[in-house]
Nanobody, 118 residues
Framework: QVQLEESGGGLVQAGGSLRLSCAAS????????MGWYRQAPGQQREKVAT???????DYAGSFGDRFTISRDNRRNTVFLQIDNLKAEDTAVYYC????????????WGQGIQVTVSS
C-alpha cells in the first residue's frame, strides 16, 4: 500500500507564503499523478492542482496565480507553494497520489490545516 505524510501547514499572516509538502512511501509506481485538494470552512472539497511524474501541471479554476505545484521524484514528494496568502486560503489541504494508469486507486493524506491570519 501507499502512505502519504503531509507537513508545512500552520498559522501564517496574510501576505506571507508557505510551502506544503507531502511525502509518499510504500508501493509507489514510477508513473503517477500527485496533487492537492482543499476544503475551506463551509465549502465543498475542491481540486487545486495536479502534477504528473513527468512534470506536467494543471491548475483548477483560478489557482494558477498564487499557487505553484512541484515535485521531487527522487524523494516521492509533492509540494504546494502558496504566495501572497489571503484569508480565504484558510482550509484543510489534502494531497493525493494515483497511478497514471488506470487512474485508480487514489491514496489520500490525512489533511493539513492552513490558517491565514489578517
Amino acid at each position: 500500500q501507499v502512505q502519504l505524510e503531509e507537513s508545512g501547514g500552520g498559522l501564517v499572516q496574510a501576505g506571507g507564503s508557505l510551502r506544503l509538502s507531502c511525502a509518499a512511501s510504500g508501493n509507489i509506481l514510477t508513473n503517477n499523478i500527485m496533487g492537492w485538494y482543499r476544503q475551506a470552512p463551509g465549502q465543498q472539497r475542491e481540486k487545486v492542482a495536479t502534477i504528473t511524474s513527468g512534470g506536467t501541471t494543471d491548475y483548477a479554476g483560478s489557482f494558477g496565480d498564487r499557487f505553484t505545484i512541484s515535485r521531487d521524484n527522487r524523494r516521492n514528494t509533492v509540494f504546494l507553494q502558496i504566495d501572497n496568502l489571503k484569508a480565504e486560503d484558510t482550509a484543510v489541504y489534502y494531497c493525493f497520489t494515483v497511478p497514471f494508469y488506470p487512474r485508480t486507486p487514489y491514496t489520500w493524506g490525512q489533511g493539513i490545516q492552513v490558517t491565514v491570519s489578517s
